[in-house]
């Protein structure tokens, strides 16, 4: 017979509580994009099939500002 391997132990509900809790959006941000700007991401949206476009503004929004971030990190000197 083959020994089974040993699963770890299940992880703590109060732990998966607090990791959904921080993950909510509590925070309501409001951008306005004039007709070109619209159209753009209208176009995009739909050749692309997105159909949430929050996403698509989270995700560009943050994917620069992390990117920023780690560009202009602290130096020694």
């Given at each position: 017979m083959k020994k089974r391997k040993k699963l770890p132990g299940a992880v703590d509900p109060e732990y998966?509580?607090?990791?959904?809790a921080s993950l909510v959006r509590?925070?309501?941000q409001v951008i306005?994009?004039?007709d070109?700007?619209?159209a753009a991401i209208d176009r995009y949206c739909s050749r692309f099939n997105i159909r949430?476009?929050?996403?698509?503004y989270r995700e560009a929004v943050m994917e620069k500002v992390l990117s920023?971030?780690?560009d202009s990190?602290?130096?020694?000197f």
């Amino acid at each position: 017979m083959k020994k089974r391997k040993k699963l770890p132990g299940a992880v703590d509900p109060e732990y998966l509580k607090k990791q959904k809790a921080s993950l909510v959006r509590r925070h309501r941000q409001v951008i306005y994009l004039n007709d070109c700007e619209m159209a753009a991401i209208d176009r995009y949206c739909s050749r692309f099939n997105i159909r949430t476009k929050s996403v698509l503004y989270r995700e560009a929004v943050m994917e620069k500002v992390l990117s920023e971030l780690q560009d202009s990190h602290p130096t020694l000197f």
